[in-house]
Each structure stands twice: as structure tokens, then as C-alpha cells.
């Protein structure tokens, strides 16, 4: 049966002073023994026991003066290094006081005793402290993952601290410089020495890294560079300090939208301001990943009122738990007479509408439900919003509205034509078109997570088939500068930077959780009405603004009753399809 005693501040403490006094022992009695070059005189015995009992006591006094028995043995540092020589400093220095105030009590001594046990004792009692600590450091190699920091900052030295510690299991064997490169390269922090980023695949290779962990903020760019040679060179586990709050920080994994994000250069987030503070504001679809993002930014900034609607309880629950002073209000926008009674109630000054049903295989099986959801909910809030004199309607459209090859795309387009042509008197009506957003429900991207994590496979339509992506919280907010300078009938296009391929996506997904040759990708053929490749723009004729990351297309003319007329035909309509492609000649369902 083993033992074992739980180390407590008493234990660690009586432990201490016992060692010290050993160690005080064995240090004041090879002082005498080198004094006298190992034939020491029997008469300095006669006063060996009072002198070292008058230094232990000030010793042990001066140790605890400088708090040197709190400190955790494993956790030795520099300043408990100046803490010990601070304790002998003085309790040597009141002990030469003693000599001369009191020489008979010590007589005979030879005082160069005391100038070679102060050596001998910070030596012996300083090693004691500090061979937990080298040992730690020795054994942390052998048990923990040799870890790459990228990064020679003040988040690299705390993440050595933290290692040595044993708060991660991470065992840091080298910094390469990303920063300062010139002045840091071969120098050293916590022992870890630096490298130029030149050297960073020998570094990989002689230090057998497995693991990195970025510590210094680096461009979309310079991340997917160093993350595509990490990779290459077998390192897999990518980790980035994240803040959080203004001074707390914590290691977290490097996740795909840390590479997929793209961060537009010209957010204006004053004219956002400008245009959202102070206003009413009804947000539909706001229990869905954009419509709770829109509630949650116009909250931000500064809105009077907010009523977030949506048919989906547990939604509108989720969304009321994080803004709490929000009206809640469980309705279906299909119900024109429920949105017309709320609009004349209200009167809100801005409506945003994001209320759809955007998932492509859904709509292809439920035509009649799309058509009436994304169409006529739609319709029904930009009447309603015109009578309630609203003054701006901002719809939320789809690439998948470019062309489209299904059925949500062929809705979405009717309602961008609609917003167009419609007569809307004094309320300013605009579209915003945007491709996907990362993370949002049912997107790819946790599609791709949950399956990973249940061991895989992970499946993919085809192998050449690619997408745009924006981060949630930046699009909307490229949607609310796009409405803020919205003067009506315009569709406003989201420069969704370059597309990726999902096939690349899910190599990286998998590389990144380390799963690589353990996971295959099974490809599974598109689904109906899938694109290979989603377009963004429909024609080179595309209005610029004063923002590059928004433009404007060319309008579609239609005659609005005969709109209206379509529209309705639509709706009783057996062939959904046929009567979409009459509207949206464009369409080609597949």
C-alpha cells in the first residue's frame, strides 16, 4: 500500500527550516574545514555550536523576514533567487554585528569563517530550491509535446512560465522571431532561445516539434503561410493566444475561420453608428445565425428599441437571453395580418429582414414551402413596411440568387425583384447580397466539425466545388453600412474576397484537429440544385460606392403588377418550377 502526504504550506515550511538547518550545518562546518585547509585546530570547536546556532537562528529569521518559506518549491524564480541572498545579507550582517557587540561569546572564531560559509550556504540552500525547478524543466522534455512559440513577446514568456508551471501541456523548445526579428534572433527568454524565421524548418526538424502556438497577431496571409508549412513539416496541433477582455488570455485551438475569415479594410463602423443609434429597429429571422448577429450588432450601436421576431421559440428564447431589454415577438411572416397589425403597432423606422429558408436540399424538397416562406414572407414585410411609413427596408439576399440553379436561389431572386420594383413612397428599400457565412447553422463548417469529431468519414459533394465565406459578425455589419448609405431600390453586393475550395476546407479542418491519414473524405456527388461553383456578380455593369467591400448591381426592371400577378400564380401553382424559371428566366433548375 502506498503513502501519500498531501504537501501543505505547514509540511512545506517545516520541511524548509529542517533542510536549512542540515544545510546551514554542513556549510558552516566545511567553511572551518577550508579555513584551516582540512586540519582544523580543536580549540574553534570550543565555540562551533554557539556560532552556529547564532547564524541558523538569524538565517532561519531572514528566511522568513523575505518570505522565502512561501514560496512553492516547484515554482522557484529569479525572485525567490533575491529573496534567498537577501536573507543572508542579513542574517550575516547582523551576525558580524553580534561579533563586535558581543566578542567574547564567540571567542576564539576566525571571522574568515563566515565570509566562506556565506558563499558555501547561499550555494547549498539556493541549489535546494532550484533543483525541483531544473528538474521539472528536465523531465517536461520527456513528457509533454516539444512546442514551437511563433512569437518573441511578452505572451511567449508567460506561456514558458505557464509550461513551467504545468498549467498546459505544452513544453516550449524554441521561439522563432515573427516579430522584432532583427534584434530578438539568438537571444534567449526563459532559457528558450530564439530563432530567425528563416530557420524555422530546421528548428521543426532538430527540436522534433509537434505542436506550435502563435503568439504574435499575423495577417490572413502570413497565417495561412506559416500554418501550410507547419503542416507540411507534420505539425498538425496549432494553437493562438486569444484575449480575453482587456487583460486576461487564454491558449486556444487555431480554428478554420481563423484562415477562411476575410476582414474587410474599409468597415466604417461611424456611419453605422450614425445610422443605427437612436432608432427603432424590427429584425425578422432573429433567432438565426444572421438575424440574431444584426440584433446583436444593432444593440451595439446604440439602437432605442428592438424587436426581434421569429417563429422559432427556442430561437427567439436564445436570442432574448443575450439581449434582454429586446421586444420578443413569436410570429410567422407569412401571416399578413399578424406582420400588418405588429407594423402598425410598432411604426419601427428601420426593418431588417433575414427571415428565410436558406438550406438548399430542404427547399428542393419542399417547393411549396419555400415559395410561400421566402416569397410571400418577404412581400408581406415590405407592404407592410411601406404602410407603416417605415424608412428603410433592408432585405437579406443570396448568392445562390445569381443564376440560380434551385429552388431557395429562384425564390430569393423573386423577392430581390420584387424589393426593386415595388412602389415604396418615402421608406427606402435595399437588397443585400452576400455569399456564406462561417459557422452559421447548417453551414459546412460544423458539418465538417461533428464529423471529425465522431471519427469521420467527412463528406464532400465533389471535388472541385467551392464556395465563398465571411465571418457572421463582419457581414453584418458590411449589411448595415451597406444599408446605412441605401437610398432605395438598390441591391448591394458584399465583396466576399476569393473562393475556396470545400475540398481544401476539409483537408485543412482535418489537419488542424490532427486527424490527418486517420480521417478520410468520402465525396458524395452534388446534391439537386447544388452549383458547382457559386457566382457573386451577374454582369460587369456593377455600380461602385464609396466603400470597395460593397457595390451595386445593374437593376432588373419588371413590371410590378405583372409581378404581382406572377407572384400570385405562383403560389396556387402545382409546377413551382416552371412558373420560377417564368419569373426568373435565369433559373436552371438541376
Known amino acids: 500500500m502506498k503513502f501519500h502526504i498531501k504537501p501543505t504550506a505547514t509540511r512545506r515550511t517545516l520541511f524548509f527550516i529542517g533542510t536549512d538547518m542540515i544545510l546551514s550545518l554542513v556549510s558552516l562546518y566545511s567553511a572551518y574545514l577550508l579555513r584551516f585547509n582540512f586540519h582544523m585546530e580543536t580549540q574553534f570547536l570550543q565555540t562551533f555550536w554557539v556560532v552556529y546556532g547564532v547564524l541558523v537562528s538569524l538565517k532561519v529569521a531572514g528566511m522568513f523576514l523575505f518570505k522565502s518559506y512561501f514560496s512553492v518549491w516547484r515554482f522557484f524564480s529569479f525572485s525567490d533567487a533575491q529573496n534567498i541572498i537577501k536573507a543572508h545579507l542579513f542574517s550575516y550582517g547582523a551576525f558580524v554585528l553580534l561579533y563586535f557587540l558581543l566578542p567574547s561569546l564567540f571567542v576564539p572564531f576566525p571571522r574568515s569563517v563566515i565570509i566562506i560559509d556565506f558563499f558555501l550556504s547561499l550555494i547549498l540552500i539556493g541549489m535546494l530550491r532550484a533543483a525541483k525547478r531544473f528538474w521539472n524543466e528536465a523531465m517536461q522534455d520527456r513528457t509533454l509535446k516539444p512546442t ?47 530563432y530567425a524565421l528563416e530557420k524555422l524548418t ?95 450588432q444593432c444593440r451595439h450601436f446604440g439602437a432605442a428599441a428592438l424587436t426581434l421576431v421569429d417563429n422559432c421559440e427556442y430561437n427567439l428564447y436564445r436570442i432574448g437571453e443575450e439581449i434582454g431589454d429586446a421586444d420578443m415577438r413569436l410570429l410567422d411572416v407569412t401571416d399578413l395580418k399578424a406582420v400588418d397589425k405588429l407594423m402598425r403597432e410598432l411604426a419601427p423606422q428601420i426593418v431588417i429582414h433575414a427571415a428565410a429558408y436558406k438550406h438548399v436540399p430542404i427547399c428542393e424538397h419542399n417547393p411549396d414551402a419555400a415559395v410561400h416562406n421566402n416569397i410571400i414572407g418577404t412581400k408581406n414585410v415590405i407592404d407592410c413596411a411601406i404602410v407603416s411609413c417605415a424608412e428603410k427596408v433592408v432585405i437579406i439576399s443570396t ?47 460544423p458539418k465538417f466539425k461533428h464529423q471529425i469529431e465522431e471519427g469521420g468519414p467527412v463528406t464532400v459533394t465533389h471535388s472541385e466545388i467551392t464556395r465563398y465565406f465571411m465571418l457572421i459578425p463582419e457581414a453584418c455589419q458590411l449589411v448595415l453600412q451597406a444599408a446605412a448609405i441605401a437610398k432605395g431600390r438598390e441591391l448591394f453586393i458584399l465583396d466576399m474576397g476569393d473562393p475556396v475550395k470545400i475540398d481544401d476546407l476539409a483537408k485543412q479542418m482535418i489537419r488542424l484537429y490532427g486527424k490527418e491519414g486517420e480521417i478520410e473524405i468520402v465525396y458524395t456527388g452534388l446534391r439537386p440544385g447544388e452549383k458547382l461553383y457559386e457566382e457573386i456578380l451577374i454582369s460587369e455593369s456593377e455600380q461602385k460606392t464609396q466603400y470597395s467591400s460593397i457595390v451595386i448591381a445593374h437593376p432588373t426592371e419588371y413590371d410590378i403588377e405583372m409581378l404581382r400577378h406572377d407572384i400570385d400564380v405562383l403560389v396556387v401553382a402545382e409546377e413551382k418550377i416552371k412558373q420560377l424559371q417564368k419569373i426568373v428566366p435565369e433559373f436552371e433548375h438541376r
Open 148 to 194: 514551437l512559440l511563433l512569437g518573441a513577446n511578452s505572451k511567449a514568456a508567460t506561456i514558458i512560465q505557464s509550461a513551467l508551471k504545468h498549467e498546459i501541456d505544452y513544453y516550449p523548445v524554441a521561439i522563432v522571431a515573427v516579430d522584432n526579428k532583427e534584434t530578438l534572433s539568438d537571444s534567449y527568454i526563459h532559457n528558450v532561445k530564439v
Open 202 to 296: 530546421d528548428v521543426i526538424r532538430k527540436k522534433r516539434v509537434e505542436a506550435a502556438i502563435i503568439t504574435h497577431p499575423m495577417s490572413q496571409k502570413e497565417l495561412k503561410e506559416v500554418v501550410s508549412h507547419l503542416n507540411d513539416l507534420g505539425v498538425s496541433e496549432i494553437k493562438r493566444v486569444k484575449l480575453l477582455g482587456s487583460e486576461h488570455e487564454r491558449l486556444e485551438n487555431l480554428s478554420i475561420e481563423d484562415l477562411l475569415a476575410r476582414h474587410p479594410q474599409d468597415l466604417d463602423t461611424s456611419t453605422i453608428a450614425a445610422f443605427i443609434k437612436d432608432k427603432t429597429i424590427l429584425v425578422t429571422g432573429a433567432g438565426g445565425s444572421i438575424g440574431s448577429e444584426i440584433a446583436r
Open 399 to 445: 448568392d445562390k440568387a445569381v443564376r440560380p440553379t434551385n429552388v431557395m436561389g429562384a425564390t430569393k431572386r423573386v423577392t430581390e425583384l420584387y424589393a426593386q420594383n415595388v412602389p415604396s413612397g418615402n421608406t427606402d428599400i435595399a437588397v443585400v447580397r452576400f455569399g456564406n457565412v462561417l459557422g452559421s447553422s447548417g453551414s459546412v463548417i
